[in-house]
């Protein structure tokens, strides 16, 4: 008894001890398998990867010809008005995923397998963000090629379009780690699922991504006005080349300066929620 007790023991120190290299070395390393282990998940669950691309393309097509013929944007087509807000939407539900996913592994006691091995603590959290930031990769690919079928057209320069796109992503990547905190806080994947829908819901549809932010009643336009999807939407637009004559007439900042609050929330977001999800993480493994 005392043996097999000893074996045990030793066993759990030896895999406790950090990995050769530094600690940087061995967070980009463990960073880069976990990451691996998330998007190779989408090879073995591919029923997660087809309905993710599903949904883009539903909401494309049902948005562009059972609302295109009824809401009329002036200065531009309602298809290339709705297509950035497609785009924000489905990043905004596509960062879902980092805590539905890190609470599925709490519940399956995939994180304390984890804790046994000789790794970064945080590297679990990125590899999980990274992983769904190529979900909305593939995500946008997809949205765009099915936007070219029914009309949509990008009327910018390729550098102001790469930047849209990159302006998407990054908020996509720092919101994920907004939902990963709140994935190890409630420790339940249908807690976070319901919870996330109550709070992602309202911020994308009290916002411009499918009507324009001055056609909303007085309160409802204020909040749609500061709301960051708002300007998510509007930066997208701008940067694409879609966005409508006087689409910014407004004295909001937000929409005044859309690319510089998305970016200023976007740090707001990584400074708060990267540190706090890593300490959480970091005590839940204790």
């Known amino acids: 008894m005392s043996t097999g007790s ?27 398998v976990t990451t691996w282990r998330n998007v190779k998940k989408l090879t ?11 949904q883009p393309i539903m909401f494309v097509l049902l948005l562009t010809f059972v609302f295109g013929s009824s809401i009329q944007v002036p200065g531009e087509s309602y298809t290339s ?3 950035a807000g497609i785009f924000a939407q489905t990043i905004v539900f596509g960062s879902t995923y980092s805590g539905s996913a890190m609470a599925q592994d709490l519940k399956d006691g995939i994180i304390d397998r984890f804790r046994t091995l000789p790794m970064s603590g945080s590297a679990v959290l990125i590899g999980r963000t990274v992983g769904d930031l190529v979900i909305n990769v593939l995500s946008l690919i997809v949205m765009m090629l099915t936007g070219l079928v029914v009309g949509w057209r990008v009327e910018s320069s390729p550098l102001e379009f790469l930047a849209g796109v990159g302006l998407l992503l990054v908020f996509a990547y720092a919101l994920s780690w907004v939902l990963a905190f709140l994935g190890l806080i409630v420790r339940s994947p249908e807690v976070i699922n319901n919870a996330s829908f109550l709070i992602l819901f ?12 001055e056609n909303l009643p007085g309160p ?4 749609a006005e500061w709301n960051p999807v708002s300007a998510l939407v509007q930066a997208a637009r701008e940067l694409f080349g879609n966005a409508p004559s ?12 859309p690319v ?16 706090l999800s890593i300490r959480r993480f970091a005590s839940l493994s204790r």
Do not use: C, E
């Open 202 to 213: 309202p911020l994308t549809f009290i916002s411009n991504a499918f009507v324009p932010s």
């Open 246 to 257: 006087g689409s910014a007439a407004t004295d909001a900042w937000p929409l005044q300066h």
């Open 220 to 223: 409802l336009r204020v909040i």
């Open 81 to 83: 008005f709705l297509m």
């Open 260 to 275: 510089v609050y998305v970016l200023l929330i976007t740090i707001v977001m990584l400074v708060v929620f990267v540190p």
């Open 6 to 32: 000893a074996r045990t023991t030793g066993a759990s120190s030896k895999t406790l001890r950090p990995g050769p290299g530094t600690a940087f070395s061995r967070f980009l390393s463990d960073g880069y």
């Open 44 to 54: 073995r669950v591919p029923d997660i990867l087809i309905f993710t691309l599903i």
